[in-house]
C-alpha cells in the first residue's frame, strides 16, 4: 500500500508572471522534479509521491509555458538559461538552500543550467533523457511542425485545445490525462514556447557539463530519437561523478515505474546522506 504525503499547491511570481508548483511531504531535504518540454508537471506526481513517501520534501514546478503557470507570448522569455532561473527563484520562494534538481528531457536540460549557474545549491541531479547533439535534428523535426502550426494555422491548435478540454480527466487513465493535458495549447505561447528553446543554448556546453560536481544519476532510453541513448550516456560519462542507468525501454518508467523508482529513490536518499566527518590533522578516528 503507497504511503499517502501531504500535497500542497502553492506560486510566486517572477516579474508579473505566475509560477504555479506542488509540493510533497515536508522537511528540509528537498527535491525539485521538472516536466518534459509542453507538459504538464503532474506528469510527475507518481515519482514525486513515492520520493516524498521516503520522508524527503519534493517539489513539482510548471515552469512558465506551461502547465497551470502563466502563459507569455514572448519568445526572449523562453530559454534554458531563463527556466533554470526559474528553478533557483523557486529554491529562494522556498527557502531552500539545496536540492536534488531533476527532470525529463526539457526538465533534465534545465537541471544541468541550474548546475552550471548555482552549483552550491544543487544536492545532487537525477536526468532523465537528456536532450543533446545527438538529439537536436530529431527534436527540430518533431516540434518545428508544431511551431509552424502554431504560428501560422493557430486554429489547428486552438481546435485540439477545446477538443482536449472536453475530456473529464477523472474518466481517463493517468498518462492519457498527461496527453490531454499536454495537448491543451494556445498557439501564441506554444509557438513561443518551441521558438525560445530551439533557438537558445539548448544546455551548458561540455566544456562546463565537465565541471558540475554533483552527483548525478542519468536515466537514458534505448530506440528513442528525440532523447538518443548516445545523449544521456555521454552526460554521464562527463559529469565527473555521473551515474549511467539504462531504461529497458521508452516507456518503462511510465508502464513499469518500479525498477527506476527504486532507483531514484536510492539516488536521492544517497544525495542526502551526511557528509563522513574528517578526523582532524594528528587525530586518529576510530
Request: some cysteine.
Amino acid at each position: 500500500m503507497a504511503t499517502l504525503v501531504s500535497e500542497r499547491i502553492g506560486q510566486f511570481f517572477i516579474g508579473d508572471d505566475r509560477v504555479e508548483y506542488t509540493e510533497f511531504g515536508a522537511g528540509d531535504q528537498w527535491v525539485v522534479l521538472i516536466h518534459g518540454q509542453l507538459m504538464p508537471r503532474r506528469m510527475h506526481q507518481p515519482l514525486a509521491r513515492a520520493i516524498a513517501a521516503e520522508g524527503f520534501h519534493v517539489v513539482t514546478v510548471d515552469l512558465l509555458g506551461h502547465g497551470r503557470s502563466d502563459r507569455p507570448t514572448d519568445p526572449m522569455q523562453y530559454s534554458m538559461t531563463a527556466f533554470g532561473e526559474q528553478v533557483v527563484e523557486l529554491l529562494d520562494h522556498l527557502g531552500a538552500d539545496q536540492a536534488v534538481i531533476g527532470g525529463t528531457s526539457l526538465g533534465a536540460n534545465v537541471s544541468l543550467e541550474v548546475a552550471d549557474m548555482a552549483p552550491q545549491r544543487v544536492r545532487g541531479l537525477l536526468l532523465e533523457m537528456p536532450v543533446l547533439d545527438n538529439g537536436l535534428e530529431a527534436g527540430l523535426i518533431a516540434f518545428g511542425p508544431l511551431m509552424f502550426a502554431a504560428r501560422f494555422v493557430p486554429v489547428s491548435v486552438t481546435a485540439l485545445r477545446t477538443a482536449t478540454r472536453m475530456v473529464p480527466r477523472g474518466i481517463v487513465p493517468f498518462w492519457a490525462g498527461i496527453v490531454l493535458d499536454t495537448l491543451n495549447q494556445r498557439p501564441a505561447s506554444m509557438a513561443a514556447t518551441i521558438h525560445g528553446i530551439f533557438f537558445g543554448r539548448i544546455a551548458p556546453p561540455s566544456k562546463l557539463r565537465r565541471l558540475i560536481q554533483a552527483p548525478a544519476m542519468v536515466v537514458g532510453h534505448p530506440r528513442d530519437p528525440i532523447h538518443p541513448f548516445a545523449d544521456a550516456a555521454m552526460v554521464a560519462d562527463e559529469l565527473p561523478n555521473g551515474r549511467f542507468v539504462e531504461a529497458r525501454g521508452i516507456l518503462e518508467w511510465r508502464a513499469r515505474p518500479d525498477r527506476l523508482t527504486a532507483e531514484a529513490v536510492d539516488f536521492v536518499t544517497a544525495c542526502w546522506k551526511p557528509a563522513p566527518r574528517r578526523a582532524r590533522k594528528g587525530v586518529r578516528s576510530t
